[in-house]
């Protein structure tokens, strides 16, 4: 079975620019959720999206969004950029995803992003 | 609000020794805790988890405890290898609804 897989795997951006980044979970998997990690306040949930609807969200800024298509792909949109948008953001699937499921999560290799 | 704290940002030890690192939580017991494993530029992947309700579980050379009482996880990896050198992580229900909250990590070093 093929993992969960994350395009592209690098970008650069500069600041105002917005930036779509695509995540493919593992087939099967109904939950994606998505995740910024950054080496001073490491992995931070951004959002979780389950039958193409947004289920769970973290502390982002509106400038994060995100949705996901009837295939179980994801994409994750971040508009006007700042410096502090750089970052490894990971998305993650699992079948069902929820908080009785007690499930692992299976992630993807990542997208770095940097923003000039 | 639910908060994670892994102890030590970095571990070094020596190969075939026992590396022990430490997970600790703040509120409320958690109904599960997880560990993962990060290797520079990929992705967490997972290696156990282990319920509110268990004491100890094992896979292989790693055994994780849940203490809810010291609200503590520790998770130790015998006999270890250059090769379990990596970032460790901790992840436990942040929410209620049911997204993980990740600890920062532990980075092991394991020399020969």
């Known amino acids: 079975k093929a993992g969960v897989t994350q395009t592209p795997r690098y970008l650069i951006k500069t600041r105002g620019q917005q930036v779509t980044l695509s995540c493919s979970p593992i087939s099967g998997h109904r939950s994606v959720s998505w995740y910024q990690q950054t080496p001073g306040q490491g992995l931070q949930f951004l959002f979780e999206?389950?039958?193409?609807?947004?289920?769970n969200k973290g502390n982002f800024p509106g400038r994060f969004s995100g949705r996901q298509f009837s295939n179980s792909r994801s994409e994750m949109n971040v508009s006007t950029l700042e410096l502090g948008d750089s970052a490894l953001y990971l998305c993650?699937?699992?079948?069902?995803?929820?908080?009785?499921?007690?499930?692992?999560?299976?992630f993807g290799p990542g997208t770095r992003l940097l923003v000039l | 609000s639910q908060k994670i704290e892994q102890n030590s940002e970095a571990l070094n030890i020596q190969e075939g020794k026992t590396a022990t690192l430490t997970c600790n939580y703040t509120?409320?017991?958690?109904?599960?805790l997880q560990w993962y494993r990060q290797d520079p530029g990929r992705g967490p992947v997972f290696l156990l988890l282990?319920?509110?309700?268990?004491k100890e579980k094992r896979k292989e050379r790693l055994k994780v405890t849940f203490d809810t009482t010291l609200k503590q996880s520790l998770f130790h990896i015998t006999a270890s290898q250059p090769a379990d050198s990596a970032t460790y992580l901790c992840?436990?229900?942040?929410?209620?609804?049911?997204?993980?909250?990740f600890g920062k990590g532990t980075k092991l070093s394991v020399k020969p």
């Open positions: 509120n409320y017991s958690p109904a599960y």
């Open positions: 999206y389950f039958s193409e609807t947004q289920r």
């Open positions: 282990i319920r509110e309700n268990e």
């Open positions: 992840a436990l229900l942040g929410g209620s609804q049911g997204n993980l909250i």
């Open positions: 993650a699937s699992s079948l069902r995803g929820g908080p009785l499921a007690q499930e692992t999560q299976y």
